[in-house]
Nanobody, 125 residues
Framework: QVQLVESGGGLVQAGGSLRLSCVASKRTSSSYIMGWFRQAPGKEREFVAS????????YYADSLKDRITISRDNAKSAVYLQVNSLKPEDTAVYYCAATYYIGPRYSESGYWPYWGQGTQVTVSS
C-alpha cells in the first residue's frame, strides 16, 4: 500500500506560481507512474501530468502543458508539480496519485489506485 501526502497548496493571485509536492510513504517500485490530477467544484477529476519513477517519461495535459512542469526526486520519493501563470480557473483540489498502469487510458482517474488526500489551490483574480 502506497500512501501519498501532498503539500504546497494555498491562495495565490492570478499570474503567480505554485510548487506542489507529493511524498510517498515508502520507497515505491521503479515501475510506478506518479501523477497529478485536479478537481474543481462541480467538475470531474482531470489529469494534469505524470512521470515514471524509473525512465522519467513525462506526459502533460494538452491544455496545461505550457504552464506546468512535473519533476521527481527519487531519493526523497517525492514528485513535484510547478504551475505558472496561474488563472482563477486553476482553482481546484490537486491530488497526487500512483499507478502501475501503462496504457492509452493513463489520463483516466480510474486507472490510478493510490491517491493522496489532496491540497487546495485557490487562485484569486
Amino acid at each position: 500500500q502506497v500512501q501519498l501526502v501532498e503539500s504546497g497548496g494555498g491562495l495565490v493571485q492570478a499570474g503567480g506560481s505554485l510548487r506542489l509536492s507529493c511524498v510517498a510513504s515508502k520507497r515505491t517500485s521503479s515501475s510506478y507512474i506518479m501523477g497529478w490530477f485536479r478537481q474543481a467544484p462541480g467538475k470531474e477529476r482531470e489529469f494534469v501530468a505524470s512521470i515514471r519513477w524509473s525512465e522519467g517519461n513525462i506526459y502533460y495535459a494538452d491544455s496545461l502543458k505550457d504552464r506546468i512542469t512535473i519533476s521527481r526526486d527519487n531519493a526523497k520519493s517525492a514528485v513535484y508539480l510547478q504551475v505558472n501563470s496561474l488563472k482563477p480557473e486553476d482553482t481546484a483540489v490537486y491530488y497526487c496519485a500512483a499507478t502501475y498502469y501503462i496504457g492509452p487510458r493513463y489520463s483516466e482517474s480510474g486507472y490510478w489506485p493510490y491517491w493522496g488526500q489532496g491540497t487546495q489551490v485557490t487562485v484569486s483574480s
